[in-house]
């Protein structure tokens, strides 16, 4: 087992690795000048907007805005961690990592999740066994019925759990599986007796990988009458319901090719999808959403579909795995199967390009939830539009772009037959209420934003370039002049290395340092742009001139509210001493217009 990764490893890994050859071997890249483009893995794209630097081994997509190093790539690309990233570029490159120490009580921990992933293993193999032997008929019958193919079958590892008291129990005690193992693990249960019971029989077995391809538990279906239908592993050290995706160990290359997941309920709904090429959807394992499942999808993408079926408790689980997706900022999108079908029945009456198209027609979250009130309400009468305009109020409210907000306000005045002026002086009255969500206000950025952006980059990459320059930054204004939260973030790190010693830092360095996305991102963007027309040295004077102007107008701002409510609350002194420092920052910002 390889031990801690250190940052003398981490700068090893990435001097000896090519960026260009492991990326090449995901993208087919083209020289273009010094760097290569090609088609972003990471998002659907016709024009390849994706480009790779070897001199500064870094790489950025200007299509989607992902950005990092050669590690990072690793880790997006195929979900791994950042141990595991860089176990994989040692490995290839013949780098030997250090051997970690650890405590007895880690090494017993680390024994027995061993222990019970093989374990899982021969459970897997016991079951798919006995779906290929005599004992499987039922099982091959089920799976017929449902039309689902031998290469299904094979690459989902699907089995069955024949309905007898012992049989998986009697194949495991014949390789020394112990009984504490078995009933740890779920997959028996003691009797009244003392003895053990194998907790799946005469049911389908759907064995459930993580997206590292190991068994962490299994489903099972049962096949004649009985309760419960569906039966899933019980909580183990390996298993937890909550944590968990079905299938998508399958999936996932699919998801960051497509940038898009579908959500199904169900084993047999994600099984039909990916048999008719559908080969990004997953399950969720017969529950709604957790906000663990959602933290799993997004190291893939933050693109979701949500296709339940068509009944109640389909729509109940879908509202409640929506509030889930929006909580860590996903796009949604809902898929409606037509004539109350579940997903595996529509696939297999009406084929793939008929669910294609449901994909591709998919409604908004704002559309969905428009339309279950449409459905709740009657909307024939003007009682019953009002209570649907009412009920839809708080979800228009958090559509972020006006010229949305505008065609959904357009939407439902059409589909109601609704005057439009009346429901926009309605969301107005709604927002005066003091009920403005979080996120619901979206402003243009102003030409002043603009031109502080450009100078926040421009400044980052000179300190780059010089980090003495530090110095002239710190006085001018330091942190604060940095309002874009990545530049902020990156100037905080620059500022610590330089007060730690640091005299100078590559672009690759600063990158591999970035331990946010968010900075990681905007600095490869940064570094890969175009260069700025013009002399270095006076544009960056410049850009830290700009960006220390807006600084003194922001706290000139500050100083003008600190003032009106001093005024308002009758403290003259106090107001005094505010307008003498306001005086004197905007005489010294009239000094610094003067030398722009």
């Not at 039909?272 to 959602?294: D, F, K, R, W």
């Not at 027609?361 to 009412?390: C, H, P, R, W």
């Not at 300190?463 to 939260?485: I, Q, S, T, W």
């Amino acid at each position: 087992m390889s031990g801690r990764i250190t940052r003398d490893l981490v700068d090893n890994l990435r001097r000896q690795a090519d960026i260009v050859e492991i990326i090449g071997g995901y993208v087919a890249l083209r020289k273009q000048g010094q760097n290569y483009t090609g088609l972003c893995p990471f998002h659907q794209e016709k024009t390849p907007s994706f480009v790779v630097s070897p001199a500064k081994q870094i790489y950025h997509c200007f299509g989607c805005g992902k950005g990092g190093d050669v590690l990072t790539f690793l880790m997006e690309q195929e979900g791994l961690g950042f141990q595991e990233a860089a176990e994989k570029l040692a490995t290839r490159y013949g780098i030997a990592l250090p051997s970690r120490e650890l405590t007895a009580a880690q090494q017993r921990q680390e024994a027995q999740t061993k222990r019970l992933r093989q374990v899982n293993q021969w459970a897997m193999a016991v079951y798919q066994e006995a779906l290929a032997g005599a004992a499987g008929t039922p099982g091959r019958e089920y799976f017929r019925r449902r039309e689902l193919t031998a290469d299904t079958i094979r690459r989902f590892c699907l089995g069955y759990a024949p309905d007898r008291w012992d049989y998986l129990t009697l194949a495991l005690r014949a390789k020394e599986v112990a009984d504490e193992e078995m009933i740890l693990l779920g997959l028996a249960t003691r009797s009244q007796r003392g003895g053990l019971i194998d907790r799946f029989r005469g049911r389908v077995i759907f064995p459930i990988l993580d997206d590292r391809e190991n068994v962490t538990g299994f489903g099972g279906r049962i096949i004649d009458e009985g309760q419960p239908k569906y039966l899933n592993s019980q909580e183990s050290p390996l298993f937890h319901k909550g944590s968990g995706l079905y299938g998508l160990h399958i999936a996932k290359g699919a998801i960051r090719q497509l940038d898009q997941v579908v959500i199904m309920e169900g084993y047999m709904d994600a099984l039909a999808a990916h048999q008719y090429g559908i080969a990004n959807a997953v399950a969720s394992l017969g529950t709604a959403l957790t906000a663990e499942q959602v933290r799993l999808l997004t190291r893939y993408t933050f693109r979701t579909l949500l296709c339940f079926d068509a009944d109640g408790a389909g729509q109940a689980a879908a509202l409640r795995g929506m509030e889930v997706l929006e909580q860590q900022d996903c796009r949604i999108g809902v898929v409606r199967i037509p004539s109350g079908k579940d997903p595996d029945e529509f696939l297999r009456q009406q084929g793939r390009e008929a669910f294609q198209r449901q994909i591709d027609q998919a409604s908004s979250l704002f559309e969905y939830k428009f339309q279950l009130n449409k459905e709740k309400f009657d909307q024939d009468t003007m009682a019953g539009k009002v209570a649907i305009i009412q009920a839809t109020l708080p979800d228009l409210a958090k559509v972020r772009s006006p010229v949305a907000r505008q065609g959904y306000v357009t939407l439902m005045a059409e589909a109601l037959r609704f005057p439009e002026p009346a429901i926009r002086d309605e969301l107005r009255r709604y927002f005066g209420g003091g009920k403005r969500s979080a996120g619901q206000e979206s402003v243009r950025p102003t030409q002043a934003e603009t031109a502080a952006d450009a100078a926040q980059s421009i400044v980052i990459r000179g300190l780059l370039r010089d980090m003495p320059y530090l110095e002239k930054v710190e006085a001018a204004g330091g942190e604060g002049l940095f309002v874009h939260p990545a530049a902020r973030g990156l100037y905080q790190t620059l500022l610590a290395l330089w007060q730690a010693g640091y005299t100078s830092l590559t672009e690759g360095d600063m990158v591999a340092l970035s331990d946010r996305r968010e900075e990681r991102d905007w600095l490869t963007g940064i570094l890969l742009a175009a260069e700025v027309p013009g002399e270095a040295e006076k544009v960056l004077r410049d850009s830290l001139l700009t960006l220390r102007r807006q600084l003194m107008e922001r706290q000139i701002k500050g100083m003008m509210e600190r003032l009106a409510a001093l005024e308002k609350a009758g403290d003259i002194s106090a107001a005094r001493e505010v307008m003498a420092a306001l005086s004197s920052l905007n005489m010294a910002k009239q000094k610094l217009r003067l030398r722009v």
